[in-house]
Antibody
Framework: EVQLVESGGGLVQPGGSLRLSCAASGFTFSSYWMHWVRQAPGQGLVWVSRINSDGSRGTYADSVKGRFTISRDNAKNTLYLQMSSLRAVDTAVYFC??????????WGQGTMVTVSS | DFVMTQSPDSLTVSLGERATINCKSSQSVFYSSNNKNYLAWYQQKPGQPPKLLISWASTRESGVPDRFSGSGSGADFTLTISSLQAEDVAVYYCQQYYTTPFTFGQGTKLEIK
């Protein structure tokens, strides 16, 4: 079964850091580009970042550029999102998503990040 | 950035009736070199992650009931549910994947009358 399982969310103070992980299984992880998408409570979907299949290139939304870093370890079938200088507006469920020909075909259940003092 | 605007924001339809959701992009998402529209539709039920229903504006994903269909080209698109079922209650999002930043519509909440 194709599966993505996020972890690492939690409560963090403004200005703090957090690293999210996404464990992939059931498919050849190293062959796929991957994304992070977030959803603030009661709000819509917002794309955060993308990484290519070999991990050499990350792309970011302007709202997180310079604060978030996407990476992957293909040997461990794991995607990461390192988040720093966190703000209250970063509070959201963060989804790990597989890219299939551009569309987002597999989604994890998400991990909640709350930025609050 | 490409702005995706859906209409209506919410929709109430009787069981068995047709539901239509529109999505308009601020710029064309049609790529002439491969004749494809970089437009997807997702369904999100409460407490669940989104589910890909349709890619390339009109290609239904495997396992998606054939009552769901997508149409349109360029900057104007439509998701149609031909005969609404109770399990179709959800929020529906369109998304362009033509270029980064990938952007979603604001969502359309579909309810049963």
């Amino acid at each position: 079964e194709v599966q993505l399982v996020e972890s690492g969310g939690g409560l963090v103070q403004p200005g703090g850091s957090l690293r999210l992980s996404c464990a992939a299984s059931g498919f050849t992880f190293s062959s796929y580009w991957m994304h992070w998408v977030r959803q603030a409570p009661g709000q819509g979907l917002v794309w955060v970042s993308r990484i290519n299949s070999d991990g050499s290139r990350g792309t970011y939304a302007d709202s997180v550029k310079g604060r978030f870093t996407i990476s992957r370890d293909n040997a461990k079938n794991t995607l990461y999102l390192q988040m720093s200088s966190l703000r209250a507006v970063d509070t959201a469920v963060y989804f790990c998503v597989r890219d299939y020909d551009g569309a987002f075909d597999v989604w994890g259940q998400g991990t909640m990040v709350t930025v609050s003092s | 950035d490409f702005v995706m605007t859906q209409s209506p924001d919410s929709l109430t339809v009787s069981l068995g009736e047709r539901a239509t959701i529109n999505c308009k992009s601020s710029q064309s998402v049609f790529y002439s070199s491969n004749n494809k529209n970089y437009l997807a539709w997702y369904q999100q039920k409460p407490g669940q992650p989104p589910k890909l229903l349709i890619s390339w504006a009109s290609t239904r994903e495997s396992g998606v009931p054939d009552r769901f269909s997508g149409s349109g080209s360029g900057a104007d698109f439509t998701l149609t549910i031909s005969s609404l079922q109770a399990e179709d209650v959800a929020v529906y999002y369109c998304q362009q994947y033509y270029t980064t930043p990938f952007t979603f519509g604001q969502g359309t909440k579909l309810e049963i009358k």
